[in-house]
């Protein structure tokens, strides 16, 4: 690795914490609002089963913001030792959301402990679960500042560049800029509809081993009713990210269709391949479609890709992160509607193998979609760090010892994801389920 190029290099470990760190920030942003939920209903309700579930989830919520820490941290170290140029830069602009970034999860932490160990200590049950309250509040605020900086990479604004700095700087105009909204949206609606779909797939699977309890099947019920909320909301806030991409990132949106030549009532492209000409085959064009996507009517004359100089073009293969992630979008939002609709059918207390199965799958479909949107969204601004202003080329370090780190960092991520998944599978194995309800005196009982 010593001969390769450190841009080359820079980027593969990038993309490789970014890659490790990106599911595990998304559980810490999504798994507090579910954890919310089931808390809120125990008390509504009087029901043990959801505050059990609550306990249990934030259990689990602990080390996966434990491993996310280590990722994020690294992150930060990454961008001043393989970016320096870029921070050089650009560092002015966006300090301030990666300050405030630091302190929303310092926030999240610190009402995080206190919910932890303050359970059964209130005489309210209410004045317990308003403790939950900044740490949901905090882990999305982290969210939102730290996509903004990835916003701002995607639409710089509120600077002025004279001979390589950056001056005139309005940080807050940095903050809220195009990209901003959709981004920041699609963001906190695919972490929540993530975090619902992997807690679908855990009680799904329980129920798949026999274990018909009715605690097992209330979480199904709350986490796949609130995935397919979720859901609809991601799909919702999608078609608002086309809108913005065909606005203010039209190269983008024209690599992602294989759409080359500028014109109104233009086709969206799924699949296909592209022989050396350009020519699209074996594709299914939907009619109007993209035309439609871009802005609501066939007659939105769509930018092609030919519009922009050859060395200035997204890779086209974001055209497959895109599609994949259209199709396991649409997934995430089928499998859990089917399963509403089942529990609707009168006499249908028990569900077919093969739609547990279905659930069960969610988690890890709503997993690849938020790679698949992330890749896209990082691949898809290529060859720019900071768009229209500097190519990666021109930010990445000069040091020949990047591929020393890259190997150091993918061992790190290979044991601490192996270790995550290991403590995980323990604590939430079913008998420590059994045994927990057992010790409530719910064991064989309740309501569903």
């Known amino acids: 690795m010593y001969s390769m190029d450190p841009v080359l290099l820079s980027r593969m470990l990038t993309g ?22 089931a808390e809120w209903r125990g008390v509504r309700t009087g029901d043990p089963h959801y505050t059990l579930l609550a306990r249990r989830w934030a259990r689990g919520f602990v080390i996966s913001v434990a491993v ?8 930060g170290l990454q961008l001043s030792l393989l970016w320096p140029t870029f921070m050089r830069v650009a560092g002015q602009a966006i300090a301030l959301p990666l300050f405030m970034e630091t302190f929303a999860f310092f926030v999240e ?22 403790l939950l309250i900044p740490v949901a509040l905090g882990s999305s605020a982290s969210a939102i500042f730290i996509t903004t900086v990835n916003a701002f990479m995607n639409q710089p604004q509120g600077f002025t560049l004279e001979n390589g700095i950056m001056t005139h700087i309005h940080p807050i105009a940095a903050i809220l800029n195009p990209a901003t909204p959709t981004k920041v949206s699609h963001v906190l609606a695919s972490s929540y509809t993530m975090s619902a779909g992997t807690l679908a797939g855990i009680a799904a699977f329980s129920l798949l081993r026999k274990r018909n309890h009715p605690y097992f099947k209330k979480a199904l019920k709350l986490t796949a009713v609130a995935t397919f909320v979720f859901a609809i ?13 065909a606005k203010y990132q039209p190269e983008k949106l024209a690599a992602a269709e294989w759409h080359f030549e500028t014109m109104k009532k233009a086709p969206l492209v799924y699949g296909g391949i592209l022989d050396d000409n ?14 439609i996507l871009a802005g609501n009517f066939p007659s939105t004359e769509v930018i092609g890709l030919n519009e922009f100089p050859e060395d200035e073009r997204p890779p086209l293969s974001i055209h497959y992160m895109f599609d994949l992630k259209v199709t396991t979008g649409v997934l995430i939002l089928v499998i859990p509607l089917v399963y509403m609709l089942r529990r609707w ?20 479909m709503a997993m690849v979609a ?19 202003y500097m190519k990666v080329s021109e930010a990445a370090t000069t040091s020949r010892n990047v591929g020393y780190m890259l190997i150091l960092f993918l061992c790190l991520y290979i044991i601490l994801s192996l270790s995550c998944i290991k403590v995980l599978s323990k604590l939430f194995r079913n008998k420590d389920a059994i045994e927990e309800l057992r010790q409530l005196g719910l064991e064989g009982g309740g309501t569903q």
Not at 68 to 75: A, D, K, L, R
Not at 371 to 382: D, I, N, P, T
């Open 233 to 245: 909301s991601t799909v919702m806030i999608g078609d608002a990210s086309g809108k913005f991409l």
């Open 16 to 37: 490789l914490t970014l890659f490790v760190h990106i599911v595990f920030a998304s559980i810490g942003v999504g798994v507090p609002m579910l954890i919310a939920l």
């Open 109 to 130: 932490a610190i009402f995080l402990g206190m919910y932890l160990y303050t359970w059964d200590r209130f005489k309210r049950k209410y004045t317990h679960l308003l």
């Open 345 to 364: 059918l009168p006499g249908k207390t028990t569900y077919p193998k093969s739609l547990l199965l279905a659930l069960v799958l969610v988690g890890p």
């Open 68 to 75: 996310g820490v280590v990722t994020g941290t690294s992150i």
């Open 370 to 388: 938020i790679e698949l949107g992330w890749m896209f969204a990082e691949v898809g601004r290529q060859p720019w760090i900071l768009r229209g």
């Open 278 to 291: 350009n020519e699209v085959r074996y594709a299914i064009k939907i009619p109007y479609a993209l035309s």
